[in-house]
């Protein structure tokens, strides 16, 4: 039985787990070689495909929530889309790995924006 109780992301439910370990071992900041970078590219293609398998939540965000800083949603998708200009796929993993472990990411305006990011990477 996995112990689920020592991961760092918020939502927990089966949904959550199954993306986070599509991209727990191709997250890293360190400037990797190309064949991890390769890796880490393909991995964002199963986890947007995973990902549109899901709906976003239409539970009302709560007010801890509310009171977060949008800027710091806006700063996980600034450097995500940094990463993938210098095609750097390992961060890119990274930054949404980090998402899910700060914020509400099936929350609807994280979880569209996030889909609209990955159907960039080409």
């Known amino acids: 039985m996995l112990d689920i109780n020592h991961l760092n992301i918020i939502d927990r439910s089966d949904e959550a787990l199954e993306l986070y370990f599509i991209l727990k071992s191709h997250g890293s900041w360190v400037n990797e ?18 990902l549109c398998k899901h709906k976003p939540s239409d539970e009302p965000v709560t007010e801890k929530w509310l009171s977060q800083d949008y800027s710091t949603r806006r700063l996980y998708f600034y450097r995500m889309e940094e990463a993938l200009k210098e095609q750097r796929y390992t961060r890119v993993c990274n930054e949404i790995i980090s998402l899910m472990h700060n914020e ?15 159907e960039g990477i080409r």
């Open 104 to 118: 509400p990411f099936f929350q609807e305006e994280i979880y569209y924006k996030l889909v609209k990011f990955l």
């Open 33 to 50: 070689d190309e064949e991890r970078h390769l890796k880490a590219k393909a991995a964002l293609y199963t986890y947007r495909e995973a």
